[in-house]
Structures are given as C-alpha cells and as structure tokens.
C-alpha cells in the first residue's frame, strides 16, 4: 500500500520535471553545505583527537596569563614563567621531568634573507615529549643532543626551498633573533603538512633564551612518574605556584592544564564552531522546506479535480494525507540523495585542496554512516513537515466541490 | 426485489451568498437492485445536486438516506469514502481519469483504496479492459485515448471493485452520437448482467434506453 503511494507520488513528481528539480534545489544545497561541513568538522577533531592520544594522558602544561587557552605563542604577556616556577614544580611529589619551553614567532636569516619562523625552545630533558606531541621526525641529520648549543633542527617547508629562495642543507649556517646569533643546522624534519610545523625552529632553550633575549617561559611541560594521578599532581603544581605568588585560589595568573582537559577544551571550543556552522547550513534547509510547501500548496490547486476522482472511487481523508506527505517526502529524500553526493564531493574536494594548496593533511573530510543515514532520513523529514500543511488541506476537500473544480 | 438506495423526504439547500438555494426538495425514491433508472431535467434542475446525494459524494441537508442498511448520514467521512469505493462505480461526462496515470493504472486505482494485492489489482484491471475492448491500450495514458476509449476505461474502473451499482453523470455529454450510443450499449449489457444502473442526462433519447425516467424539474421530482 505504501509501496503504491511511492509509485503514485514518484509519479506525480517526474511528470512535474522542472518543477520538481527547482523545488528539490534547496533541499539539495542545503544538505551538501551539512554533509561537506560535518564531514570536514569529523576529520578535524579524529586529526587532532589522534595528536591528544599520542601525546599520552600523563603530561601536564602550565602557561602563562588567567584568561581560556589560546595557541601556544599567542598567550599575553601578563604574567611570566620562570625558572624559579621550574624548580618549585620539580620538587613536587609525582613529578617525573619538567622542562621549559619558549615559542616565540622570530626573524630567521638565510645567505642574507629575511622570513621568520616559528621559532621553539626547548630544554633537552622535555624534547622527546614536544617531537612526540607534533609528530616530529627527523628526515635528514640528527636530532638535537644534551649540551648542544646553537645547533638547529629545521622544519621541512624552510629547509625545501618552499620558503627561502634557496634549500638548507645540514651543516648551512643561519641567523635567528633581531641580533643575528648564528645557528648549524643539524637536522631537518619531515613535511607534517601545515605552515605552523613546516616553518618550525628548533634549537636548545639556554641558545633561544640567548637569541631571543628573553628568561621567561610560554610554556612549561611536565611528565608525571608512573601510577600518579594527574590531576593531583596538576592541583598540588597549581597550589604551590598559588602559594609561591601569594595568589588566591580562582585568581591565578596562570593555568595548568592536564592533556586531558586541553583535549576537552579543544572539543567544546569545536563542537560551538561546528554548531555554528551547520545552523548556517540549516538555514538554506528551512527556506529548501518552504520551497516544498510552495510546490505542494500548487499541487493541491492543480490537482484538485483529481482529489475529487479518488475520493470518489473511495479514497479516504487519511489516503489523500498520506499521498500527499509522501509525494513531499520523495521530494525531500531525492533532494537529499543528490545533495549527499554533492557534500560528499565537496568534503573530498576540500580535503583534496587542503592537501594541496595548503600542505595540511589535518582536513580529511570523513562520512561516518549515520552521517549518510542521517541526512537521508532528515531530508525526507523536511520534506514531510513542509507537506503537512498543503496535505491536510487537501484531505479535507469535499468530492463534490473538488470534482466541481475547473 | 432487493433494495438499494432508499431517500426519505430528502432535501439539500445551498447558500450562495445571502441566497438560500433548494437544489434538491423533498425527495423520495427507491432504487432497487437491477433497476436502469434515467434522471432527467433541464440544467439548473437540481439532477447533478441529486446524483451527488445518491452517489454519496454529498450530504443532505434534511431527510435520510439509506445505502442497503446504512444511514449515510452516521458514518464519518472515511466510511462514506469506503463504501462509496466498494459499492459505487462512478462514470463522468468529462471523463475524470487521471492524466498521469495509464488505462490500466486508473483502472487499478479504486482497488488499491480497498487494499486489494497489487498482483491481484493488476489482473482484474486487465480482464476488464479486455471486457471493453481496450486490453491493447492498457499502457496508454488518458491523453493518448479518443473520448470513447477515455469513457470505455471509466466504464472498467467503476466495475473495478464489482460494485451493485453505477452512477453515470451525462456519461455520453462529451461523445458523438454514434459513440454516445456504443457507451449506452455497454452500460444495458451491464444491466443485463444484474447492475443496477442510474443515469443523469438531458437528453431524451438517451434517457429512453432507460428502464425508467425520473424527472426533475426545480429540484422536484415530478
């Protein structure tokens, strides 16, 4: 029976071809922009939800400034890490290594060029945590060693070419910092695909302290030992800094996070960017259902003697409702299949650009099934509701008038 | 003989506008099963008013009307729908198939309101427009069929569900005379066979190949 009302509605929507295709063209773009939008947001978060996994749940981050963490480099200059808050956090119980770190976005000279670079200190006792975190490896040359001083290892987009005009081979000397300290380069690293880590310099903490003429740290990196529990040993960190500043609690001028909560903050941060994005995309979907409701209010002044016949050989309010809502549905449905392609086209495409243009293998759009399942249930849906209102006018037409109807 | 149809004092009164308009007054007529029954009157009579009461497709405004043993006025809209699907065949001047839909489909249309088998649908729909003729036309569309074939495959959608009775609205309005006159011929062979039929019409001649004339003259039968 429903079966029939496929057929009949299918029917009544390939007789109507144009009409049909513009009507379904709101649908269609609507659930391309939600398929290419949530299959990119998906991506994203598995890329970055991979990073937070390997950079393992024991590791702790303090960084300067009270206000929500923003990216490493871009936190104000408010309140400063020190040394001094390097030794306090080694003598707290649980405490495997701590190790300070200097991000800093700094000039970098080449055979008489100027660009600059992400330039990263690290002291050596925390390194293997920071390459571990960025996936960094090595390609050519050698890491940096203990005791290394003005030595750098270079990210893959300066050492190509891609940035100066000539490539940087291992043992080529260049200058970072405004006063122009001379650096080996000792290694390079391999492409990880986006600007950030490509332009990445990196060279021993007590070489960039001196290079950039700074003490202070932008971040300090802390592993705890084996069987501790992190978040009391994140708490006892944050006690005793409170204590060694003389701050109160909840007015701290610095925030210590576990890898675990930078991985939630980043989520939450996501899930409102990406929220915000598919009500935009929801949007074109509502003016897609008012579009249907148009077609199907036509529909039911064209057809209306054809309302009359059927309930004349016997169709009831309820076979005219239901013809009616799933002639709409069809219509959203066929709308959503090809605006599924279209999003799954458009999520490739941009990844595919991203790759390319950009050099970021971060944006893989992905198509999980309940996207796909979702989108095709949610586009019939749309189609439904739209129909409601034209269907139930339609039902309660009274055969004698609609037969009457010219 | 067994009744059908039974009007009792039936009357049906329109407004348009301000003005009350008696289409139909007092009523009363009896339909018994293999009647041939012609209603009769110039336009504006009130004859359509009284097809559409006696094909349940309207409601009277006074009066009842007794379809075998049920009141119409008591059963909701979706019985009268139903009923109407099982024991009336209705066939019209314009024709009224559905333009979208094949000879065969139109045919099988009142069956699937009944929930008739689609395998099932389709033979009926078939072995009827073999009946009229039209089996070679069954995947035609209305617009592809002359009047007399469009009326023909009317005359097999309102046998589709073997109804006791057919109503036919000026069925040979839209025809020739010699077409007119072939669809009058099928409809007397149905009578033959134990339909009954009622027949609204102006014409004279057509209404003779009736077994009976009712005439109707300002909503009065006369």
């Given amino acids: ?76 200059g408010v309140s400063t890490l020190t040394d001094h808050d390097v030794k306090i956090i080694e003598g707290i119980r649980g405490v495997e ?45 050698r890491n940096l060693k203990k005791d290394d ?75 705890v030992k084996e069987g501790e529990d992190v978040n009391k040993v994140a708490e006892e960190i944050k006690t005793r800094l409170r204590k060694d ?27 409102i960017v990406q929220a915000v994005f ?21 529909a039911v002044l064209e057809r209306t003697r054809e309302i009359g016949i059927m309930k004349a050989v016997g169709a009831r309010n309820s076979d005219i409702l239901t013809l009616f809502l799933i002639e709409s549905g069809t219509l959203g449905l066929i709308g959503g299949v090809i605006g599924i392609i279209l999003g799954v086209l458009l999520g490739m495409g941009a990844s595919f ?34 129909g409601v209102l034209p269907a139930i006018q339609a039902s309660k037409l009274k055969p004698v008038d609609a037969l009457r109807y010219e | 003989m067994t009744q059908i149809l039974h009007l009792n004092n039936v009357c049906k009164t329109y407004f348009l506008g ?50 075998e043993q049920h009141n119409i006025a008591k059963l909701s809209e979706s019985d009268l729908a139903q009923i109407r699907g099982r024991k009336i065949g209705f066939i019209f001047q314009q024709f009224n198939l559905i333009r979208t839909l094949t000879a065969k489909e139109n045919v099988m249309l009142p069956m699937m309101f009944q929930n008739i088998p689609s395998e099932e649908r389709e033979k009926r729909a078939l072995m009827l427009l073999e009946q009229i003729g039209l089996k070679d036309r069954s995947n035609h569309r209305p617009g592809e069929l002359s009047g007399g074939q469009q009326q023909r495959v009317a ?26 006159h072939e669809i009058i011929l099928l409809l007397k062979n149905l009578n033959k066979k134990g339909k009954t039929i009622i027949m609204v019409t102006h014409d004279i001649n057509v209404a003779k190949e009736a077994k009976k004339i009712i005439h109707i003259v300002d909503g009065e039968i006369k």
């Fill in chain 2, 155 to 180: 005359i097999a959608r309102a046998l589709a569900n073997n109804p006791d009775m057919i109503l036919a609205d000026e069925p040979t309005g839209n025809l020739d005379s010699k077409t007119g």
């Fill in chain 1, 1 to 76: 029976m429903i079966l029939d009302y496929f057929k009949l509605g299918f029917k009544n929507i390939r007789t109507r071809r144009l009409r049909s295709w513009l009507t379904m063209l709101g649908i269609f773009i609507g659930i391309a922009a939600v398929v290419a939008l949530i299959s990119l947001g998906q991506g994203l978060q598995m890329a970055v939800t991979q990073q937070f996994q390997q950079l393992g749940k024991d590791k702790i981050f303090i960084q300067p400034g009270a206000v929500t963490m923003g990216a490493p480099g871009t936190s104000s």
């Fill in chain 1, 353 to 386: 650009f991203a790759g390319q243009a950009l050099g970021t293998n971060l944006l893989k759009a992905y198509f999980p099934a309940y996207l796909i399942v979702g989108a095709l249930l949610f586009s019939f849906a749309v189609g439904c509701a739209s």
């Fill in chain 1, 97 to 141: 290594r701590v190790g300070g770190a200097i991000f800093k976005i700094g000039q970098v000279e080449y055979r008489g060029e100027i660009k600059y670079g992400y330039i990263t200190g690290f002291s050596f006792e925390t390194q293997d945590l920071i390459d571990e975190a960025q996936s960094y490896k090595i390609v050519s040359g």
């Fill in chain 1, 149 to 223: 001083k003005y030595k750098v290892v270079i990210g893959y987009g300066l050492a190509s070419g891609d940035i100066f005009q000539k490539s940087i081979k291992i043992g080529d000397k260049i200058q970072i910092g405004k006063n122009g300290q001379e650096f080996v380069v000792v290694g390079t690293l391999d492409k990880i695909g986006n600007p950030y880590d490509d332009g990445a310099v990196i060279i021993p903490l007590e070489s960039a302290q001196e290079a950039l003429n700074t003490t202070d740290y932008d971040m300090i990196t802390i592993q």
């Fill in chain 1, 278 to 298: 598919i009500g935009i995309a929801a949007i074109s979907l509502v003016v897609g259902g008012v579009g249907i409701m148009n077609t199907m209010y036509t």
């Fill in chain 2, 18 to 67: 301000e003005e009350k308009v008696s289409a139909v007054r007092n009523a009363n007529i009896r339909i018994n099963k293999g009647d041939f029954i012609a209603i009769m009157g110039p336009s504006g009579s009130g004859k359509s008013t009284l097809m559409n009461l006696v094909g349940v497709l309207d409601i009277p405004t006074e009066g009842e009307i007794f379809l």
């Fill in chain 1, 245 to 271: 500043r003389g701050e109160k609690e909840g007015e701290e001028d610095f925030r210590v996070q576990t890898s675990e909560q930078l991985a939630e903050t980043f989520n939450s941060i996501f899930a």
